[in-house]
Nanobody, 122 residues
Framework: QVQLVESGGGSVQAGGSLKLSCAVS????????MGWFRQAPGKERELVAK?????????DYTDSVKGRFTISRDSAEKFLYLQMNSLKSEDTAVYYC??????????????WGQGTQVTVSS
């Protein structure tokens, strides 16, 4: 049984920082691609950042967070992180951790966390 549990969300003033963590439990094929999504009220869920396996380590970000957010994963592939700096009010959303790229699933990932709220006040 695979489980993803996010933590680290909260409220912060614009310009501040937060670090989200995603703990991975259960058997996930080593090499699964992972990512962070977010969904703001009334908007569609969007991919914020994605990272490949430790072998490839290819990383990509949506344009609106480039230079401000950093995605990373630990060497045991049991934690996924999202360091968020210079936060803006438009970053306010529920952030979701996702694992194992698979286009047969919604938004292209098989496993999802429950989400953690990030609120940025201006």
């Amino acid at each position: 049984q695979v489980q993803l549990v996010e933590s680290g969300g909260g409220s912060v003033q614009a310009g501040g920082s937060l670090k989200l963590s995603c703990a991975v439990s259960g058997d996930i094929f080593r090499g699964c691609r992972m990512g962070w999504f977010r969904q703001a009220p009334g908007k569609e869920r969007e991919l914020v950042a994605k990272i490949g396996s430790l072998r490839t380590a290819d990383i990509d970000y949506t344009d609106s967070v480039k230079g401000r957010f950093t995605i990373s994963r630990d060497s045991a592939e049991k934690f996924l992180y999202l360091q968020m700096n210079s936060l803006k009010s438009e970053d306010t959303a529920v952030y979701y951790c996702a694992a194992c790229r698979d286009t047969t699933y919604d938004f292209g990932y098989k496993y999802w966390g429950q989400g953690t709220q990030v609120t940025v006040s201006s």
